[in-house]
């Protein structure tokens, strides 16, 4: 069974940044997409920012330019950096791993964006 554990969660100002990570218990190349997703209160949970196994990146247009996703392949690890942070950015953030064969997600980490 794959485990993601995503950590860096917390509270920042508007304006601010912060970095997720998410440590898999799998190597990151037997996935075919890595990715963060988020889910606000009495919302859907939408795609942030996507990496597939061959280096293509995606990103919600409303992320495009502030988020960026990364990954150390030696340390098993998918990163979320988010500048810039808005309060509609507030969410719980939820790493995502897919293979042919099953979609993985982890427990979520909880960003808030207030002053």
């Known amino acids: 069974q794959v485990q993601l554990v995503e950590s860096g969660g917390g509270l920042v100002q508007p304006g601010g940044s912060l970095s997720l990570s998410c440590a898999a218990s799998r190597r990151l190349f037997t996935f075919n997409v890595v990715g963060w997703y988020r889910q606000a209160p009495g919302k859907e949970r939408e795609l942030v920012a996507t990496?597939?196994?061959?280096?293509?990146?995606n990103y919600a247009d409303s992320v495009k330019g502030r988020f960026t996703i990364s990954k150390d392949h030696a340390k098993n690890t998918v990163y979320l950096q988010m500048n810039s942070l808005k309060p509609e950015d507030a969410a719980v953030y939820y790493c995502?791993?897919?293979?042919?064969?099953?979609?993985?997600w982890g427990q979520g980490t909880q960003v808030t964006v207030s002053s």
């Open positions: 990496s597939t196994s061959s280096g293509s990146t």
């Open positions: 995502n791993a897919q293979s042919y064969s099953a979609n993985y």
